[in-house]
């Protein structure tokens, strides 16, 4: 009898293992055909496949190219392929946390010599669909380049936890005025009612006091981080449940941070909101 519970143990482990690696083998679909999209080289079979995985507010941004929708994206490649007609591209192993999906990938000539490498980001909507692509690009380094680098951007991804720690949760701005670098930028969406462009650390925090004239904020989903440290970059996903002021009533938001530093100091920061539109809106609202 217990010989005949253990085998059935056993047998719902691996069921259970089976099932999460079919749930993340499912997850990386879209990415799966993202890859393929980007090695097709016929541009009506290609429109094709992004069709399959994109939408017309699914955006593209590298250092080359900032679109949105279905035939942009498809151009942007058309591009890239009669400028470089040649070209094999190849990527690594993906790290997928949540609805995000993070690999590096490499471009080489015909002979097989590298010509450039680089680092994708992938929001995924859940539903096997992208969102959102964003593309750094590299240039080969040395083994003590490759060192400094990693050591550079772990100081930024510190620099910038604390940053998003004194904001949200210790409301320590004393300490976050040591992280800011003095004149640094900050720009939000025009849309809000506290939108525009700030500069120096006290802009910043009259932005705060009014950002909390319109609503409080507590963080739903914690932020996942990601960082190229060759452009000195940081970028965060994050949620955050806002309850208006006004109304009383509240909403979730996704939220993407861009942090530019320098010398272990944050110099400027974008935030861009999942709909900025719908988000001002709610913040104006007194029903």
Request: with cysteine; charged share 30%; net charge positive.
């Amino acid at each position: 009898m217990k010989m005949l519970m253990r085998k059935i143990y056993l047998l719902c482990f691996l069921f259970l293992l089976n099932g999460l690696s079919a749930q993340k083998k499912d997850k990386l679909y879209p990415i799966t055909i993202y890859e393929k999209v980007w090695s097709e080289k016929n541009s009506e079979t290609r429109l094709k496949l992004i069709k399959s995985i994109w939408l017309e507010d699914s955006t593209f941004e590298d250092p080359s190219a900032s679109v949105k929708g279905i035939t942009a994206f498809n151009n942007v490649i058309n591009e890239f392929y009669k400028k470089n007609p040649d070209v094999v591209l190849t990527s690594g192993s993906k790290v997928i946390k949540d609805n995000y999906v993070t690999w590096e990938w490499k471009i080489t000539d015909s002979k097989s010599n590298v010509i450039m490498t680089g680092r994708d980001f992938a929001r995924l909507n859940g539903k096997g669909q992208v969102s959102k692509i964003i593309g750094f690009w590299d240039k080969e380094v040395s083994v003590s380049e490759a060192d400094n680098l990693k050591k550079l951007e772990s100081d930024n991804f510190n620099v910038v936890a604390q940053y998003f720690e004194c904001l949200f949760k210790t409301k320590d701005f004393i300490k976050m005025s040591t992280l800011i670098e003095d004149g640094a930028v900050y720009n939000q969406a025009e849309g809000l009612p506290y939108g525009g462009t700030y500069k120096g650390f006290s802009e910043w925090t009259k932005m705060f006091t009014k950002s909390a004239e319109f609503s409080s904020f507590e963080i739903e989903k914690e932020p996942v981080y990601f960082s190229d440290a060759s452009k000195n970059e940081v970028i965060i996903y994050f949620t955050i449940k806002s309850t208006a002021k006004k109304s009383g009533k509240s909403i979730s938001m996704p939220i993407s941070e861009h942090f530019d530093l320098k010398n272990g100091k944050i110099v400027a920061i974008r935030a861009f909101y999942f709909d900025t539109k719908q988000f001002a809106e709610f913040l104006k609202s007194r029903k």
